[in-house]
């Protein structure tokens, strides 16, 4: 069974790795022709730049093994690894269609996805013992 510490860090590359590769597919719907060049930079961006920007703040503030986070840290890290999803499944959706409701649906989840994402990782390493 690996510790605590190697899981959660597992778990705070997965997330961001997903919503990158999603965040990707509008752009490959633009090369093929689906959707339009702007529409696939709408939404790819945003999605790939929170991508990154988890993706530091995971490196910056991991302290390796040296800590053991609790035992409620899935809990805690759930909320806003569904939201995220959620964000990922719109930029999925947007590389196949043009609908408006798409960009501001993966805005919303995006935005609190991050929000809830980034408070329960601050909580984790908080109460990391």
């Known amino acids: 069974m690996p510790r605590a510490s190697t899981v959660l860090r597992l778990l ?3 997330v961001p790795a997903a919503l990158a590769m ?3 597919q509008p752009l490959l719907g633009a ?4 959707v339009g060049t702007g529409w696939a930079i709408g939404l790819a961006a945003p999605a790939v730049g929170a991508a990154a920007l ?7 503030f991991d302290r390796g ?13 759930l909320p ?6 959620g964000a990922a499944a719109m930029c999925i959706f947007g590389a196949l269609v043009e609908f408006p409701a798409i960009t501001s649906t993966m805005w919303a989840l995006l935005a609190t996805g991050s929000l809830c994402w980034a408070v329960a990782m601050a909580l ?3 109460s990391s013992q």
């Open 12 to 14: 705070a590359f997965a």
């Open 22 to 24: 999603a965040g990707v």
């Open 31 to 34: 090369a093929a022709g689906a």
């Open 54 to 60: 988890m993706f530091g703040a995971a490196r910056l």
């Open 65 to 77: 093994d040296l800590v053991q986070p609790p035992w409620y840290s899935a809990w805690l890290l």
């Open 80 to 85: 806003g690894s569904f939201l995220l999803a």
């Open 124 to 126: 984790v390493r908080r």
